[in-house]
C-alpha cells in the first residue's frame, strides 16, 4: 500500500481522528484457518453431488468477489488520488480527496485488531532495518523506500502463506484420491439406483395388481355381510316362520314375534328406494305372518280363560300375561280379547247364579246341591233369609271375580300399569258383574213388591244397604260404564219408595175406612188404628242409627217425618168433624183430641229423628189445652151465674193482669143486666155450688189420659174465676154497693183448691 504524501495538504485541512472501524476484510491466514477446522463438513460436502461445485465452494467464491470488489474499490480511489491534477487550486476537489483519504486512513489506523495482533505486527517490522527517515521524506527517495518495504512485506507475506499452504498439501493429495474412490461410489450408486427403480416399478405395478384384487375382494365381502344382513333383519328362516304358524305359544314364540316385528318396522327404509317394490313384498309377507301370530295369540287367550283350570300352573298363568302384556300394544285386539272376556264370564256367571237360585227343577237336584249346596229357592219362604242368601252369593260372586280377574290380567311382577289398561280392565269386571243386575233386580223386586209388612221392607232395605256397602269395596265405579253397583242402588231406592207408599196406602185405608170411623166413641180415647200404626212404624223408625230415616235426603227424611205425624192428625180431625161434631160437646171434642194428640207425643218422643215434630205437637197440645181452659172456665161461670157479667165485662175492657182500674168500667151500669137482683141470684149460685164445684170438674176431666193436662186445665180456668170473681166483686162494690158475695176471693180459692198459685199471682195484680 502506497503511503500518501503528507505535502499535499495543507494544515488547515488535516483531518481530525475517526473512531475505530470494524473492516469487513480478514485476512487469507485467518480465512485459510477457518476453512479448514471445518474439514469434516467439507468432506461431507464433497460426498454430495449436487452440481459441479459444493456450497463451501459457493460461500468461498462469494467471499473473494467481495474481497475483489473493496481492494478494485481502493485501488481506483488510490490511483485518482496519485493521479496529477491540473486544477489543484479548486477548493472543493481538495476537500473531496482529503475527506476521502481521511475515511480511508481512519478504517486503516482505526482497524479493531487486538492488541496481541498489532504487537507481533510492529515486532516484525522492528527486525527489519527500517530507515524511517527516508520513509517519511516526502521526495522520491522516500516513495520507493515505501515502495520496497512494501515489497519486502508482501514477499514476506507471499512466503509466510506458501509455506502455510505447503501443510496442506498432503491433505490435497489425499483429497484427490479419495475423488476416484467417490466417484466410483457415486457410479455404483448411480446403478444401484437405476436397478431399484426398476425393481420399485415392478414393486408399483404389483401393488396396484394386489390393490385392485383387495378392493374386489372388499366389496364382495361387504356384498356378502350385506345379503347376511339382510336375511338377518328381513327374512325370517324356515324354522321361525313354522313356530308362528304352528308352534304353541311360549317365550320362544314371543321372541321370533318380535323379532318379526322389528323387521316390519324396518322395512321402511326398503321402501325409501328408488324401487320399493321388494320392501312392499318383504312387508305384505311379514304382516301376514304377524296377524295369524296375533289370532293365535287371542285365541291362546280366550281358551284359557274360557276353562279356568288352564291358568292353575305358573307357566300357563305367565304364558297368558305376556299374551295381555304383547294385546296391550294394540287396543283394538285387546277389546276384542275383554269382550270375548265379558261374555264368556257373563253368561257363567248369569247361569251359575239361576242355577244356585232354582236349582235343577227337572232332576231335583243340582250341580251343586250334588256338591252339598242347598238351592237358595228353598227359603223363598223367608223374604229376609231368600234375599240375604242370594245378596250373600253375589257378593261371592263379586269377590271371586275381582280376584280373578286380577290373578288373570295383572302382573304381580309388575310395579305399574297403565292407566288406560287398567280403566279397561276395570270395565269389563263391571259388565261382567252387571250381568247379574237384571235377574238380581227383578227377583228382590218381586219379594219387596209381594211384601205388606213393614218391618220386612224395612229388613230387606237394611240387607240391601249393607251388601252395597260390602260390594262398593269390590266394585269401582266407571264414569260410562254400567255397575252392579247401580242396580242395587235402584233396589235402594224402589225400597224406599216401596216403604214410603206402603205408608200412605194404609193411611189412604184407614182415612177411607168406615170401621175406623166407628172407633171413635163417647169414651174420647184415641182410635185403635193410631195404635197399630205406630205399633208397627215407631218401632222401625227408632231403630235408624242415620242422620236420616233410610238414609233419605235431609229434606225428604224431614217431609216423610211430617207426614207420618200431619196426616194422621188429619185424618182424625175429618173422622171427628164428619162422625163425632153433632154429638160431643165443645169440651169432649178437646179432650179427644188432647187425648189422641197426647198419643202421638208419648210415641214419637223417645225417637231421635222426630225431635222436630214433639215442638209442634207440643204447641198443638198448648193451644188445645188453652182452648179447653176456656171451655172449663165458661162451663163454672155457668153453673154461677156469671157467663152473662164476663161477656158485658169483656165487651168493655177485658180483664188484664197488668192494669185494672174499676172506672173504666163505669158503662156497666147501663147495662140492664147489671143490677142487685142478677148479683143476688148469682151469689145463691156461688154458695150453692162452689163447695161441689172442684169434684164436679175433676168429674169432667176424669176422660183426660194426661194427669198433666187435666190438673193444668183445672188450675188455669179456677184462677182465671177466681181473678174474675175478685176484680168483678170490687166492679159491683163500686156501682152497686153491695158485695159479690160473702166469701172472699181468698177463700173462694181456697175451696177451689188454687190458694198457693193465687196468692203468688195476687201480689202481682196491679190494682188502682
Known amino acids: 500500500m502506497d503511503f500518501v504524501d503528507f505535502d499535499t495538504f495543507s494544515n488547515e485541512d488535516i483531518p481530525q481522528p475517526q473512531p475505530s472501524l470494524v473492516l469487513p476484510i480478514t485476512s487469507n491466514i485467518e480465512n485459510l484457518g477457518k476453512r479448514f477446522s471445518h474439514f469434516n463438513n467439507l468432506t461431507r460436502n464433497l460426498l454430495k453431488k449436487d452440481g459441479t461445485e459444493t456450497v463451501d465452494q459457493a460461500q468461498q467464491l462469494q467471499s473473494n468477489e467481495k474481497t475483489n470488489k473493496y481492494v478494485n474499490e481502493s485501488l481506483n480511489l488510490l490511483n485518482e488520488l496519485e493521479a496529477p491534477s491540473d486544477d489543484r487550486t479548486k477548493v472543493s476537489n481538495v476537500n473531496t480527496s482529503s475527506s476521502g483519504l481521511s475515511t480511508r486512513l481512519s478504517r486503516v489506523l482505526n482497524s479493531s485488531l487486538s492488541d496481541n495482533v498489532l ?16 520513509l517519511v521524506e516526502p521526495d522520491f527517495v522516500g516513495l520507493s523506500s515505501r515502495k520496497k518495504l512494501r515489497g519486502e512485506i508482501e514477499y514476506d507475506l507471499t512466503k509466510t502463506q506458501s509455506l502455510i499452504l505447503k501443510e496442506y498439501d498432503p491433505h490435497r493429495k489425499k483429497l484427490y484420491a479419495l475423488e476416484s474412490d467417490i466417484s466410483k461410489l457415486n457410479n455404483i450408486y448411480d446403478s444401484l439406483t437405476s436397478s431399484v427403480e426398476k425393481d420399485f416399478d415392478l414393486v408399483k405395478q404389483l401393488v396396484e395388481n394386489v390393490g385392485d384384487l383387495n378392493r374386489q375382494n372388499t366389496i364382495l365381502l361387504v356384498k356378502k355381510r350385506l345379503l347376511s344382513e339382510f336375511k338377518s333383519r328381513f327374512v325370517l328362516n324356515e324354522y321361525e316362520e313354522f313356530i308362528l304358524q304352528n308352534e304353541t305359544v311360549n317365550d320362544e314364540f314371543f321372541g321370533v314375534l318380535n323379532k318379526a316385528e322389528k323387521m316390519q318396522q324396518d322395512c321402511s327404509i326398503l321402501l325409501s328406494i328408488d324401487n320399493s317394490d321388494l320392501g312392499q313384498k ?16 287371542i285365541s291362546h287367550v280366550n281358551k284359557s280363560i274360557s276353562g279356568f283350570y288352564l291358568l292353575h300352573t305358573k307357566s300357563r298363568l305367565s304364558t297368558v300375561h305376556k299374551c295381555l302384556q304383547y294385546l296391550k300394544k294394540n287396543l283394538n285386539h285387546f277389546i276384542r280379547v275383554m269382550n270375548s272376556y265379558t261374555q264368556i264370564r257373563s253368561k257363567t256367571i248369569v247361569d251359575d247364579f239361576l242355577t244356585q237360585l232354582n236349582g235343577d227343577l227337572d232332576r231335583g237336584v243340582s250341580s251343586d246341591n250334588r256338591k252339598g249346596a242347598r238351592p237358595i229357592i228353598l227359603s223363598a219362604h223367608d223374604p229376609i233369609r231368600f234375599i240375604g242368601d242370594m245378596l250373600a252369593y253375589v257378593h261371592s260372586v263379586v269377590v271371586n271375580e275381582s280376584e ?56 230387606i232395605y237394611n240387607l240391601v244397604s249393607l251388601y252395597k256397602i260390602m260390594l262398593s269395596k269390590q266394585i269401582q265405579r266407571i264414569e260410562g260404564c254400567p255397575s252392579l253397583l247401580d242396580s242395587i242402588d235402584q233396589l235402594i231406592t224402589s225400597t224406599q219408595q216401596k216403604f214410603q207408599n206402603d205408608i200412605r196406602n194404609k193411611l189412604a185405608t184407614i182415612k177411607s175406612s168406615n170401621s175406623a170411623q166407628l172407633e171413635l166413641n163417647s ?92 215442638i209442634s205437637i207440643n204447641e198443638l197440645i198448648s193451644e188445645f189445652t188453652q182452648q179447653l181452659v176456656n171451655s172449663q172456665l165458661i162451663k163454672t161461670l155457668d153453673t154461677c151465674k156469671m157467663v152473662d157479667f164476663y161477656n158485658i165485662v169483656n165487651m168493655i175492657c177485658p180483664f188484664s193482669d197488668d192494669f185494672f182500674d174499676t172506672s173504666i168500667y163505669q158503662p156497666i151500669t147501663e147495662n140492664k143486666f147489671f143490677n142487685e137482683d142478677a148479683i143476688r141470684t148469682s151469689r145463691e149460685a156461688l154458695t150453692e155450688n162452689v163447695p161441689t164445684l172442684l169434684m164436679d170438674s175433676q168429674n169432667d176431666l176424669m176422660k183426660l189420659n194426661s194427669p198433666l193436662i187435666a190438673n193444668e186445665v183445672l188450675s188455669n180456668s179456677f184462677l182465671d174465676f177466681v181473678k174474675f170473681y175478685f176484680k168483678f166483686g170490687l166492679i159491683v162494690q163500686e156501682f152497686l154497693k153491695c158485695a159479690l158475695s160473702n166469701w172472699s176471693d181468698e177463700e173462694i180459692a181456697t175451696l177451689l183448691g188454687v190458694e198457693e198459685e193465687y196468692s203468688e199471682i195476687k201480689k202481682q195484680l196491679a190494682l188502682e
Request: aromatic share 8%.
Open 404 to 459: 280373578m280377574i286380577s290373578i288373570i290380567f295383572f302382573d304381580q311382577n309388575e310395579e305399574t300399569e297403565n292407566s288406560d289398561y287398567k280403566t279397561s280392565v276395570l270395565e269389563a269386571n263391571s259388565k261382567v258383574l252387571h250381568a247379574l243386575s237384571r235377574p238380581l233386580k227383578t227377583r228382590i223386586d218381586q219379594m219387596v213388591s209381594s211384601e205388606v209388612r213393614l218391618s220386612t221392607i224395612y229388613s
Open 282 to 297: 318383504i312387508m305384505f309377507q311379514l304382516d301376514n305372518l304377524i296377524n295369524q301370530a296375533i289370532e293365535r295369540i
Open 523 to 614: 169414651d174420647l180415647q184415641p182410635p185403635e188404628w193410631l195404635i197399630e200404626f205406630y205399633a208397627e212404624l215407631l218401632p222401625i223408625i227408632d231403630s235408624s242409627s242415620s242422620d236420616t230415616f233410610m238414609d233419605l235426603p235431609a229434606e225428604k227424611s224431614a217431609h216423610f217425618m211430617d207426614y207420618i205425624v200431619d196426616e194422621p192428625i188429619k185424618i182424625f180431625d175429618l173422622h171427628l168433624a164428619k162422625n163425632m161434631a153433632k154429638i160431643l160437646s165443645k169440651s169432649d171434642q178437646l179432650i179427644m183430641k188432647l187425648n189422641f194428640l197426647d198419643l202421638i207425643l208419648s210415641k214419637i218422643m223417645p225417637i231421635r229423628l222426630m225431635a222436630d215434630k214433639i
Open 119 to 134: 504487537k507481533e505486527i510492529f515486532e516484525n517490522l522492528e527486525i527489519r532495518d527500517i530507515n524511517s527517515d527516508h
